[in-house]
């Protein structure tokens, strides 16, 4: 289940992410807009509350979802 969690994180710092998992090299490039950035902040409180006593950390919930993609492949 992908929820919002409490880390903030960019996209970008996203796909770094993605890229140093995956072992591959890649060359990123932002495409640059005249459209202001938006930041979403998600009301996660209940969530919390009644489903995740413990909170999976961006990193280890990423390894294990490219563990798991890579074994079903």
Same mark, same amino acid.
């Given at each position: 289940? /992908? *929820?919002?969690?409490s880390?903030?994180?960019?996209?970008?710092?996203?796909?770094? #992410? *993605?890229?140093? *998992?995956?072992? #591959?090299?890649?060359?990123?490039?932002?495409?640059?807009?005249?459209?202001?950035?938006?930041?979403?902040?998600?009301? /996660?409180?209940?969530?919390?509350? !009644?489903?995740?006593?413990?909170?999976?950390?961006?990193?280890?919930?990423? &390894?294990?979802? !490219? &563990?798991?993609?890579?074994k079903i492949?």
């Amino acid at each position: 289940m /992908n *929820l919002a969690g409490s880390q903030k994180i960019t996209i970008a710092e996203l796909v770094n #992410k *993605l890229v140093v *998992l995956s072992g #591959k090299s890649s060359i990123i490039e932002a495409v640059r807009t005249d459209m202001p950035g938006k930041n979403f902040i998600f009301n /996660n409180s209940k969530m919390k509350q !009644w489903l995740l006593k413990n909170e999976t950390t961006l990193d280890d919930g990423l &390894a294990e979802e !490219w &563990a798991y993609m890579k074994k079903i492949q």
